[in-house]
Nanobody, 115 residues
Framework: QVQLVESGGGLVQAGGSLRLSCAASGIIFSSSAVGWYRQAPGKQRDLVAVMDSGYSTNYADSVKGRFTIARDNAKRTVYLQMNSLKPEDTAVYYC?????????WGQGTQVTVSS
């Protein structure tokens, strides 16, 4: 059974930083693509950043230069370092792991940025 457990969300002032973590179990992590998505109230879930098994990355334009996705295959963990946070970054952030045709999701962690 695949499990993704996120941590690191919280309340931060604009301009601040947070680091999200997502620990995976029950799946071969090193050959999986990993990513972070976010969903603000009343909006759809959108891509924030993804990294494939070869460490190639893709970011949403709105976070380029501010957010960094990273993975530690030994720890089976994916990270999202978020700097220069803005109020519009407020959302529930979801970890995603993809292997083959299957996608797996974490439970989500709330990030709130105050102005």
């Amino acid at each position: 059974q695949v499990q993704l457990v996120e941590s690191g969300g919280g309340l931060v002032q604009a301009g601040g930083s947070l680091r999200l973590s997502c620990a995976a179990s029950g799946i071969i992590f090193s050959s999986s693509a990993v990513g972070w998505y976010r969903q603000a109230p009343g909006k759809q879930r959108d891509l924030v950043a993804v990294m494939d098994s070869g460490y190639s990355t893709n970011y949403a334009d709105s976070v380029k230069g501010r957010f960094t996705i990273a993975r530690d295959n030994a720890k089976r963990t994916v990270y999202l370092q978020m700097n220069s946070l803005k109020p519009e970054d407020t959302a529930v952030y979801y970890c995603m792991l993809s292997r083959g045709i299957a996608n797996y999701w974490g439970q989500g962690t709330q990030v709130t940025v105050s102005s």
